[in-house]
């Protein structure tokens, strides 16, 4: 597990493998074969259109659902043979905001230590130190219904980074957020991959963001990685003035 307080240099240790990773509904193959290796540190996006595998990868890759075929790592542990411990090392922020607005921040924060299995003893310390590097200690004892959408999000990142883990899952972490609100979050995310070396793997529908922010993509598309690189070096494959959305647009249609 990685050290809350660490400042090493990032190399290039792998932290989520994946080799010919697959899985079937029936005749519908919605992950086909996927091989792929994210760095400690790396802020990794998944790109593709709605019903391309997304979901089911990461579903898979958080241990929410068994593999068909082929197999996967996260932080040096199988995702089927040692579900218990990959658990310990992720944590996952759903598309749909999940804090519970009938309880404070706080409240919120100590919910998730209890489940994560924080020690009792550390739980005040984790809880006031995460909230305050998403910028929430001034509302934290404010009821969580009253937070605006930024907030929540900062929120549920906040939870997710208490049992410190190796890799944060953040499907379309900025959905439904005006673009201040936008801004803040990613700059924490920034902040957790240049502090401390988290890996973020992120989906997500705003090309803009993924350009700005990932340092490596991958486009899905009918289950199948049809292109995996830094934004420049995609965008360089479809010509010089081409735009993320030009790569998402041609590669889609190349590979439909």
């Not at 979901?55 to 089927?80: E, H, R």
């Not at 310990?88 to 998730?112: H, K, V």
């Not at 494959?237 to 647009?249: E, Q, S």
Request: charge should be neutral; aromatic fraction near 6%.
């Amino acid at each position: 597990m990685l050290d809350d307080t660490a400042n090493a240099p990032v190399q290039n240790v792998a932290t989520v493998q994946t080799n010919a990773l697959t899985r079937t509904f029936g005749d519908l193959t919605a992950v086909d074969g996927v091989t792929l290796t994210i760095y400690r540190g790396e802020i990794f996006g998944l790109i593709g259109p709605n019903g391309a595998g997304k979901s089911t990868l990461i579903k898979m890759l958080t241990t929410l659902l068994p593999p068909t075929s082929g197999s996967a790592a996260i932080a040096g542990y199988d995702i089927v043979s040692q579900p218990a411990d990959v658990r310990r090392q992720i944590g996952y922020i759903p598309q749909l905001l999940s804090a519970d607005g009938s309880l404070t921040g706080y409240e919120n924060m100590l919910l998730s230590a209890r489940l994560y299995g924080v020690p009792r003893a550390e739980r005040t310390e984790r809880i006031t130190r995460a909230l305050a590097r998403m910028g929430l200690s001034e509302v934290a004892y404010h009821l969580a219904g009253h937070y605006s959408g930024g907030m929540i999000r900062r929120l549920e990142i906040a939870q997710c980074l208490l049992h410190r883990p190796a890799v944060l899952f953040l499907d379309e972490p900025t959905v439904g957020l005006d673009p201040s609100a936008r801004e803040v979050v990613w700059a924490r995310v920034l902040d957790l991959r240049d502090r401390f070396h988290r890996t973020m793997v992120v989906t997500s529908h705003h090309m803009d963001e993924v350009d700005k922010f990932c340092d490596r993509i991958a486009l899905i598309n009918r289950g199948r990685i049809v292109a995996v690189g830094t934004p420049t070096e995609l965008k360089a494959r479809v010509g010089p003035d081409a735009t993320l959305d030009d790569v998402f647009i041609g590669l889609v249609t190349a590979t439909s």
